[in-house]
């Protein structure tokens, strides 16, 4: 079925852009109404939805993030793509991707590993 795997650098230093890939198997990116989400576990805030990207291109950002988050994708390569700028210790966190059925976040059936991101000085 549907696979997607997280990828990034594992470290960031403070106030720089986090940058992470999430390759997706099997379903298509632009096909099948659904929604790619970008979600973090952190003992800070627990799970949080971060942005989503739709089928369509349309795109869903979660406005309480502190570190400006944008997601995109490469319908070419069936990627999707995150990047958070001026990252600061709280973007210390597990990242993943996920299918879901809206930009809301919600409704996620089918999830990646997930990728560890550190913020080290």
């Known amino acids: 079925q549907v696979q997607l795997q997280e990828s990034g650098p594992g470290l960031v230093k403070p106030s720089q852009t986090l940058s992470l890939t999430c390759i997706v198997s099997?379903?298509?990116?632009?096909?099948?109404?659904?929604?790619w989400s970008w979600v973090r576990q952190s003992p800070v805030k627990g799970l949080e939805w971060m942005g989503a990207i739709s089928y369509i291109g349309s795109t869903y950002d979660n406005p309480t993030i502190q570190s400006r988050t944008s997601t995109s994708r490469d319908t070419s390569k069936n990627q999707l793509t995150l990047h958070s700028t001026s990252v600061t210790p709280e973007n210390r966190a597990v990242y993943y991707c996920?299918?879901?059925?809206?930009?809301?976040?919600?409704?996620?059936?089918?999830w990646g590993q997930g990728t560890q991101v550190l913020v080290y000085s």
């Open positions: 099997v379903d298509s990116i632009i096909a099948n109404k659904n929604h």
């Open positions: 996920a299918r879901g059925i809206s930009g809301s976040g919600d409704g996620f059936d089918y």
